[in-house]
Each structure stands twice: as structure tokens, then as C-alpha cells.
């Protein structure tokens, strides 16, 4: 059984470029999340999907950031125009809502920084 | 509301004990503890359902008072492997799907 996977796991930008992340799900998890996390601090929702529809964004998601799961598997994370505070760890979670209870399964992660 | 634990630290010798909190000021349907290594994702740890069930998880255990909001992780005879920055995530009753909110975490240092 393998685990929630992201890629890259490493990511040095310069300020103004974009940067894409992607996650791969566990394979039967139809729901997707993302959060980010500073240093010192819990993860802190970005959205979530259901299959391919997002149904949630965090206020915290501004116009830079958009998110995709076009066929329900994969997702990824566009952050265009990155500014110095974009840098952080961006983590992926999945989970299957059929399971009681819901649990979610953490990636390793995406650890941004913008110079 | 992000939930709040307490202590933000704790420093253990291996075989020594530790309780880990998570209060909620709103009414809570489940919380999920997970343990994070520096440099790693969260690992799962255990849920709790509202009913004030208690868990355990090899020496690890975990209890909710849904009265209070609050939870409790008991770390017992705690091992080197315990180390790692514990946290918990809250499940409102009023959400409408699985949405977690996590406290900033306690630190576990462990030391022979």
C-alpha cells in the first residue's frame, strides 16, 4: 500500500516566478487536501477536493494560488508571482470518507523557498 | 479557532511520562493526534470520537472530554522513538465534512 507522494520535495525560487507542486493520493482516497505550514506552527488548510471538485478554499488562498484535480487522481499547486512569504511546507492529504472515521494521510511534503 | 495545546515543550528522560493537551473553544465531533519528525509529514497517531472514548496506541493512549472541548495524549514510559512534535486536529460539529484545524504543537524531546 503505498502513501500519499509529492513532488518535488525540494523547491528554491526566486521571488516573481511560479512554481507548481504536485500530489499523488493514495489510490482509493477520493478526497485531496493541501495545507501549508510555517515553521513552529500546525498545518493550516489551503483546500480540499472531492474527486475533482473543489468544494472548499481557505480565505488564506489568494488569487496566486489555484488548484486543480482534473481527473480526480493526481492534484497539483500553482503558486504564480511567488512572493517571500509563499516560503513554507506545503502538504498534501488524503483520505476516504467511506472509511469511519475519516482519517487523512499525510505526504512528506513540499518545502517551498523563495528568495 | 485553531484549537490550543499545552505544554508548548516537554523534555523527557526515556521511561518517564508526559500528557500532552488540546483544548477547543467550539464543540467538537472528533480529534486526531498525529506526530510529526523535523523534516517529515505528519504520522497518523489516533482519532477520538465525540462519546469520550479512550484510545491507545502502543504506550500512547489518548482520552476527549467533549464536555470540556478538550483532549489529552498520554505518552507512558516514553522511548527515544517518542520524540517528535505532537499535534492536534479538531473536527467541529457544525463542519460539514472532515475539515481539520490544527493546534500549533507540543514539543517532545526524549533523552536516554
Known amino acids: 500500500d503505498t502513501g500519499v507522494s509529492q513532488d518535488p520535495r525540494h523547491k528554491i525560487t526566486k521571488r516573481g516566478q511560479n512554481v507548481t507542486f504536485r500530489c499523488d493520493p493514495i489510490?482509493?482516497?477520493?478526497?485531496l487536501y493541501w495545507y501549508r505550514q510555517t515553521l513552529g506552527q500546525g498545518p493550516e488548510f489551503l483546500t480540499y477536493?472531492?474527486?475533482?471538485?473543489?468544494?472548499?478554499k481557505s480565505r488564506l488562498l489568494s488569487d496566486r494560488f489555484s488548484a486543480e484535480r482534473p481527473k480526480g487522481s493526481f492534484s497539483t499547486l500553482e503558486i504564480q508571482r511567488t512572493e517571500q512569504g509563499d516560503s513554507a511546507m506545503y502538504l498534501c492529504a488524503s483520505s476516504n470518507p467511506g472509511h469511519v472515521p475519516e482519517t487523512q494521510y499525510f505526504g512528506p511534503g513540499t518545502r517551498l523557498l523563495v528568495l | 479557532q485553531q484549537p490550543v495545546q499545552s505544554p508548548q515543550a516537554v523534555i523527557l528522560r526515556e521511561g518517564e511520562d508526559a500528557v500532552i493537551n488540546c483544548s477547543s473553544s467550539?464543540?467538537?465531533?472528533?480529534v486526531h493526534w498525529y506526530r510529526q519528525k523535523h523534516g517529515e509529514a505528519p504520522v497518523f497517531l489516533m482519532i477520538?470520537?465525540?462519546?469520550?472514548e479512550q484510545k491507545g496506541h502502543d504506550k500512547i493512549s489518548a482520552s476527549f472530554n467533549e464536555k470540556k472541548q478538550q483532549s489529552s495524549l498520554y505518552l507512558t514510559a516514553s522511548q527515544l522513538s517518542y520524540s517528535g512534535t505532537y499535534f492536534c486536529?479538531?473536527?467541529?460539529?457544525?463542519?460539514?465534512?472532515?475539515?481539520?484545524?490544527f493546534g500549533a504543537g507540543t514539543q517532545v524531546v526524549v533523552t536516554p
Open positions: 477520538l470520537l465525540k462519546g469520550g
Open positions: 477536493f472531492q474527486n475533482e471538485a473543489q468544494l472548499e
Open positions: 467550539k464543540a467538537l465531533y472528533s
Open positions: 486536529g479538531t473536527e467541529g460539529l457544525t463542519d460539514s465534512w472532515g475539515k481539520l484545524q
Open positions: 489510490s482509493e482516497h477520493n478526497r
